[in-house]
């Protein structure tokens, strides 16, 4: 049976369609890869984490934040409103729960209630963090709210890192909102599980900015294997990453838990009993280290400067 050749109409229509079309295409291109391409890229498997931090004082925006497509980890907030709702939540769509540690800055901002000092003597500093892990149910790690101050000390670090190793099965993502962060070292150095933000997402809360900074995740991730980033529940945050994640795939980068990256860097972590997980050749690479800033992007060659230093 012949098939009837094309009207005008249908020609019309074809026509109408492919410049949207080939829009939406240059416009991924050039948000991942920063320049025009005329073939579909091609890149390795790579890794990314998508935190979204402070969640538990506003149900609905923590409700946006736990239906995100795929596994994007909730950070939450202890002794807030929602803080075992949204717990509860993000586990049976089986996303990570983090409790958010608040700790102390250096701006001698309230970083809200259970937070950490350096006033603290080290049992109390393990009864606040008791205290905190019981606010926030299923956590299965620790991230921290604010704290250039604390972070920077290193006894603080070692009382908290002892607890947690202690506790076991509990990992720590350094949020790096100092440079003179001692968190990672500290927790590398009591065989607690850990791993770095790379990227602030929302520093500057514009769709434009934000946008940015996930095609900044991605390259990271290409040069390494793998890269984390830390958002928030703010809407344009929501926004960009609900219209962005579904499209990764096409990129060959998968977003995966933070328990997943540890697995796959397991020869830096083998201390942690997970599943024996396989990593791919690029990530047995070992990890370049972080640059000594709060704005890891302009230890990246060839890599603009991330805007902003996130929390204080």
């Known amino acids: 049976m012949l098939t009837p050749a094309p009207s005008r109409s249908d020609k019309l229509a074809v026509r109408r369609r492919a410049p949207y079309a080939a829009s939406q295409f240059l416009f991924l291109a050039l948000l991942v890869t920063g320049r025009a391409t005329g073939a579909t890229p091609h890149f390795p498997p790579t890794y990314v984490s998508i935190v979204i931090d402070d969640l538990g004082n506003s149900g609905p925006a923590g409700v946006k934040a736990v239906r995100l497509p795929g596994p994007v980890a909730c950070a939450i907030l202890p002794y807030t409103p929602y803080a075992a709702e949204l717990a509860g939540m993000a586990r049976r769509r089986g996303k990570e729960v983090l409790l958010h540690l608040p700790m102390e800055p250096i701006s001698g901002l309230d970083p809200g209630p259970g937070a950490l000092d350096t006033a603290m003597s080290q049992n109390i500093l393990e009864l606040t963090l008791a205290g905190d892990l019981a606010s926030v149910p299923y956590a299965s790690g620790v ?7 604390l972070t920077s000390r290193a006894i603080p670090m070692d009382w908290l890192m002892d607890a947690l190793h202690r506790r076991g099965g509990l990992f720590f993502l350094d949020s790096r ?17 850990h791993l770095s933000r790379d990227v602030f ?3 500057v809360a514009t769709t434009g900015a934000i946008e940015q900074q996930f095609a900044l995740l991605i ?3 290409r040069k390494r294997g793998y890269a984390v980033a830390i958002g928030h529940p703010r809407p344009a945050t929501l926004k960009v990453l609900q219209a962005l994640l579904p499209q990764l795939a096409f990129y060959r980068v998968r977003l995966v838990p933070l328990s997943m990256l540890l697995a796959l860097r397991r020869p830096a972590t083998a201390y942690w009993p997970l599943p024996l997980i396989r990593p ?3 990530v047995r690479i070992p990890p370049t280290p972080l640059p000594k800033q709060d704005t890891p992007s302009s230890g990246w060659p060839g890599i603009e400067t991330a805007p902003g230093h996130g929390n204080p």
Not at 143 to 149: D, E, K, V, Y
Not at 179 to 188: D, E
């Open 280 to 282: 791919p050749q690029a």
């Open 177 to 193: 909102t100092t440079a003179q962060t001692v968190a990672a070292h500290t927790a590398g150095i009591y065989h607690v599980p």
């Open 201 to 203: 997402l929302d520093d």
């Open 143 to 149: 991230n921290n709210h604010m704290g250039s101050l």
């Open 219 to 221: 390259r990271i991730a």
